[in-house]
């Protein structure tokens, strides 16, 4: 079973520019979600999606920040403008409705300068 | 108060040792506990999660949940060197909303 794929891998831009990245869940997992994690944190819930819905979104800074997952399979989550302190790894999960367990893209690395 | 407290670190352990690792939880209506290993630049990798007061084992890992005292603990049983990692507990409340803790560095030394 393939697991969730993200695009880039690493991405290094400087500040005020725009950023995408793209990730692909697991196959049939309908709730997916985008982490950011800083260096030495945990995991910070950014947003949430049950198939194409959004359940939270409480922690996205919805200033600079978006995320779709348009056809409830892959998702795209958008920064614009980047600030230094968006530096940090984004990480995308899913899971099945239930049990819940979520299993972990490789993340994107993202350095703003 | 955080959601999910660890602490960070480092726990070291000699090799074949049980490591003990902690987390606490700010809300009683918390239903469900995981825990995650993440390597060094990798990303966080599940181990096993945990619904019920009591014990759950897996192999060398066991999660053990207290709910009254809002407690949940991962035992690692001959603890190798493979094991070190920063280890990751994380929470789900109502609604599914999902916190993780800081995590807690494990230096497993041969």
């Known amino acids: 079973e393939a697991g969730v794929a993200q695009s880039p891998r690493y991405k290094i831009i400087e500040k005020r520019q725009s950023v995408a990245f793209w990730c692909n869940p697991i196959s049939g997992h309908a709730t997916l979600y985008w982490y950011q994690q800083i260096l030495g944190q945990g995991p910070k819930l950014l947003i949430q999606f049950q198939n194409n819905g959004v359940v939270d979104d409480s922690q996205l800074p919805k200033d600079r920040f978006s995320a779709e997952r348009l056809k409830g399979v892959d998702s795209t989550l958008k920064i614009q403008p980047a600030k230094l302190e968006d530096s940090a790894v984004y990480l995308c999960a899913s899971s099945f409705s239930q049990p819940y367990e979520q299993y972990f893209g490789p993340g994107t690395r993202l350095t703003v300068t | 108060q955080k959601e999910v407290e660890q602490n960070s670190g480092p726990l070291s352990v000699p090799e074949g040792a049980i490591a003990s690792l902690n987390c606490t939880y700010s809300d009683r209506g918390s239903q469900s506990f995981f825990w995650y290993r993440q390597y060094s630049g990798k990303s966080p990798e599940l181990i096993m999660f945990?619904?019920?007061?009591g014990d759950k084992e897996d192999g060398r890992f066991t999660a053990q949940l207290n709910k009254a005292s809002q407690y949940v603990s991962l035992l690692i049983r001959d603890s190798q060197p493979s094991d070190s990692a920063t280890y990751l507990c994380?929470?789900?409340?109502?609604?599914?909303?999902?916190?993780f803790g800081s995590g807690t560095k494990l230096n497993v030394k041969p």
């Open positions: 945990i619904y019920s007061n």
């Open positions: 994380a929470v789900r409340r109502n609604f599914n909303k999902f916190y």
